[in-house]
Structures are given as C-alpha cells and as structure tokens.
C-alpha cells in the first residue's frame, strides 16, 4: 500500500511540475502554447525554417497572436518579443530593460562570467560603459585621429583592388580584415600587417565563434544540461576551444602593454585600462586582466562583423541597382576633386550618399533582432504584465520594415531618406545602432567606416557581378546576425577618376 501511495505521490507531483511550466503568469502578453520543458521551441524554430530567419518568425507569430508584445518560452525562461516603434522605443529607453540576462549562454559568451560591456549590467555595467566610451571618445572616436586609422585602411584596400582588377573577388573577406585592423588599432595603438598572423588568427576564431554561437545559441541556452550528454554535438567543446585560444590571443597583445607600460601611457585603449590597474593599488576593483580581455572581445566581436556585412551588403545592393551605383559615383566626382580624399567629416557633401547608406541599412539590417535585455523589476508594457527577469527581444526589423509608415518597405528606394530639396532627411524610426543608454558604443567608428569605405571604392571601381556568375538574389543568410549570400563581383577601375 505504502509503494503505490508513493507511485501515485510521485505522478502527482510530476503531473503538477509539468503543469506550472505550461501556466502562464498572469496578464502575460499573447503567444503560442506553452509545452512542458520545451516551451515554444518546437513553434518558433519551425517556423524560423520555413520563413528564412528567426526574425521572420517571430515576427509571424506577432501578427497570428496580433500583438506587438509576443509572449513566449524558450526552455525555462520567460521571453517577450516586441515590435512596432513605440514598444521598442520603451524598452530601448526604459530604466527597468537595462539589464542582460544571468543565463549559462551569456556566461559562456563571457568565457564562464558575466563581464566586459556588452552582456554586464548595474554598476559594473555603468563603471566600464563610462571608462569605454570616455577613452573612445579621447582616442578619437568621431575626429580625425580616427579618420587616420580609417585612411589607413583605405588606402590599403585599393591597392587590393588595384592588384585584383577584373578577377574575382568575395570582397566581403577583404573588407572583414581591413575592420578588424582598425579596432586593432584603437585598442592597441598601431595597425598591423594584413599578412600578420595574429590577424588573420583573430579573424578565423570570431568567424569560427560566430558559427559555433549561431549552432549553439537556442539549444546551449535553453537547455544547458545538453552539454553533457552531447559537448561536441552542442557545440560546447567547441566554444570552449575558442574562448581559449582567444584569450591566449588578446593576453600576448595585453602582456606587450605591461612590458612597456609607463604612468601616463593612455595612448590606446589598452595602455588606458591597465593604467586604472595600476592606480587601484591592489584594492577591490573592477578594472581586472580578465576584465580586460572581455571589453577587447566585445568590441571585436560588436563592431567587426556587423560592420564589414554591412559593407557587403552594400557593395551587393550596387550590383543589384547598378542605376544607384551611378548614381552614387556621379556624386562623389561632382563633389570631391580627383586627388582629394573623401572623410566622414565632409558626408554632408553627398546627401545622396548618406541616403543610400541609410537604406542600405533599413532594407539589409544586419541585426534584425537586438538584446536581448532582462526586466530589471516587474512593470507593464502594452496593459501587459512582464515580470522581473523576463528576457525581452527587441525586434529593429519590425520598426525599419513597417507598412504603415515607410509605405514600400520591401522596396529598395534611397530616396526615402532625402527631403524635397535633396537633403538628408532623418526619420526617428530608423535606429539600426538603438536608443538609450545601451545605444551601440562604436557607432561613431561604424559610420566612419562604412561611409568611408564605400565612398572611397564607389569612387573608384565600377562593381558588378563576375562573368558567368548566377546573379546574387539578394536574400540574407540567416544567424544570429544577417550576413550576405556569397556572390562573385569584379572590380573595375573606374580611370576617369583614378585617386591613387
């Protein structure tokens, strides 16, 4: 008697554990069922499948459930998904979304902490996001000490070009090293050889991490216990594998820095943080080796990828819209004299320009899904109850692809961002680097590059797709950022106004 009574004890409290994970909490926004242990998993990764991305998905679910607050499960978090300009602009700018979520992922991002910039928040969040952007900003952030480190780059780049002319070229590759050896530069004070191997190290390991992140992400995160039972399959061991030998990678540059050290070397962002090292005299701080080594990986990680894909896809959208090419071109000779270089500083110049840029970056947006961020305490959204720590998903892909306001969303049109008079036109709802405090930190350097780049080899290469090549169809490659399909273009010189 006293075994069944057990038995049945047992079911039970089984039948009741399953049940609680399928409540929801009260007031809760709309969204799919919820099923025991996997939650929504199953609905939303089907349905990433069969529209092309989880953005897509989610963005489904939104209209089925007709809400711009998406209700969900993945694994044992509570998540919300929000959409249309003013959720996001709330929780962009809302105090209570401030935080990241405390999940095993995160922490494995951070090689097994919480620290560096982007996944930190409360006071070691504030502390480090005010040493980060003080010292970008005293490095040149915006100026032309990084105007500098981009004509570097530049000049570089052409004569890249110059030696490919009329090959075929992935320029998507070329442009992720000549990113990278900026951020090189600003944390480390000098640019490298494109040949240097630790170049080239650096850049295999982010793209190697963002693949094993990307394969990893939804199933490490939601059900991290799967990394014992299959770490290679997981992508655990891999990750693992990664973080190590990009930690050895950073801690030689960093080591360099102690070697040569001196009171008052603040001449790049390294030599700056090892400088508030040494001030703490060995009392608690949060200016560590460790922490160190995360905000280098941050903004590797933050600027480097999202800014060459967004390169890619713009010299992509130049063979797709040869006419705005030209159109490009013709604006960059009218305003620039043949030898004069072309700077950030000076994109008033060409609002037609700008403008592309900008639609490049509505209608390829390399994150369509920010965050994600945690509830820092329980409030409302949308007559919605959200509870503290509820992971929310910020959907930028929804604001910049809305029907009702830019009208032809789905239509590539540069001419949306210029006013009657062909000037810049700025529309608050476009907001590819966020609002808020947690507003990109690089964006200054992002912009510079990308208008600067483009400009300088629009300027002087007509780009189209190589002989004998399908056409490139334009549609993104799904991740955990969009990335461009691989197309093959050709590079040729444009003589009428050759500048180097």
């Known amino acids: 008697m006293l075994f069944i009574l057990s038995i049945v004890a047992v079911i039970v409290i089984t039948i009741s554990y399953l049940i609680s994970l399928i409540i929801k909490p009260a007031k809760f926004p709309p969204g799919p ?45 509570n998540v919300i998904a929000v959409f249309s300009y003013e959720a ?44 980060v952007s003080t010292h970008l900003r005293n490095l040149g952030f915006g100026k032309k000490p990084m ?12 004569l890249i070009l110059k030696e490919n002319e009329n090959k075929e070229i992935r320029i998507g590759g070329i442009l992720a090293v000549s990113v990278l050896n900026v951020l090189w530069a600003l944390l480390g004070g000098s640019r490298l050889n494109r040949n240097d191997v630790r170049l080239k190290r650096l850049l295999e390991f982010l793209d190697e991490r963002s693949k094993a992140f990307d394969m990893a992400g939804g199933t490490l995160n939601q059900f991290p216990w799967v990394r014992f039972i299959a770490p290679e399959e997981s992508g655990f061991n891999l990750i693992k594998r990664l973080n190590a030998k990009l930690k050895e990678l950073l801690l030689e540059t960093i080591e360099q820095h102690y070697s ?22 060995g009392k608690e701080t949060t200016f560590t080796e460790d922490q160190l080594i995360m905000i280098c990986l941050d903004i590797f990680i933050a600027g480097s990828q999202t800014t060459s894909n967004t390169l890619d896809f713009a010299f992509l959208m130049m063979i797709l819209y040869p006419d705005v090419q030209d159109k490009v071109r013709m604006c ?51 007559n919605y109850s959200i509870p503290k720590n509820t992971t929310v998903l910020i959907s930028l892909y929804s604001v910049h692809h809305d029907k009702k306001y830019w009208k032809d969303p789905e239509v590539f049109r540069p001419e949306r961002f210029l006013d009657s008079n062909g000037n810049l036109m700025y529309h608050d709802r476009f907001i590819p680097f ?10 200054a350097l992002a912009k510079s590059c990308i208008f600067t780049f483009f400009a ?13 090549a399908n056409k490139p169809t334009g549609i993104p490659i799904p991740g955990i950022t969009l990335t461009p399909e691989k197309y093959r273009a050709k590079f040729t010189e444009n003589n009428k106004n050759k500048c180097f």
């Open 434 to 443: 966020g609002l808020g405090k947690r507003r990109c930190l690089g964006d």
């Open 33 to 77: 069922f919820w099923y025991p242990i996997v939650g929504t998993v199953p609905i939303l990764k089907k349905l990433s499948r069969s529209l092309g991305g989880q953005h897509l998905a989610l963005l489904k679910l939104s209209q089925i459930y007709n809400t711009n607050v998406l209700g969900l499960k993945l694994g044992k978090e």
């Open 456 to 468: 300088e080899i629009i300027r002087n290469y007509k780009i189209t797709e190589y002989p004998g």
């Open 332 to 382: 960059l000779e009218n305003a620039f004299e043949r030898t004069e270089p072309i700077n950030y500083s000076e994109r008033k110049k060409v609002p037609y320009v700008e403008a592309v840029l900008c639609e490049i970056q509505r209608y390829c947006h390399v994150t369509p899904i920010c965050g994600p961020r945690r509830v820092l305490k329980d409030t409302v959204l949308e």
């Open 147 to 158: 105007e500098h480190m981009i004509r570097n780059e530049v000049d570089d780049l052409l």
């Open 88 to 131: 996001v602009k709330e929780v962009l700018t809302g105090e209570e979304y401030e935080g990241r979520p405390d999940n095993f992922f995160l922490k494995l991002r951070c090689m097994g902490t919480r620290r560096g910039v982007t996944i930190t928040d409360g006071e070691l969040w504030k502390i480090q996001r005010h040493f």
């Open 260 to 281: 040569t050290w001196q009171q008052g070397s603040d001449d790049d962002l390294i030599y700056a943080f090892i400088s508030q090292i040494k001030n703490a005299n």
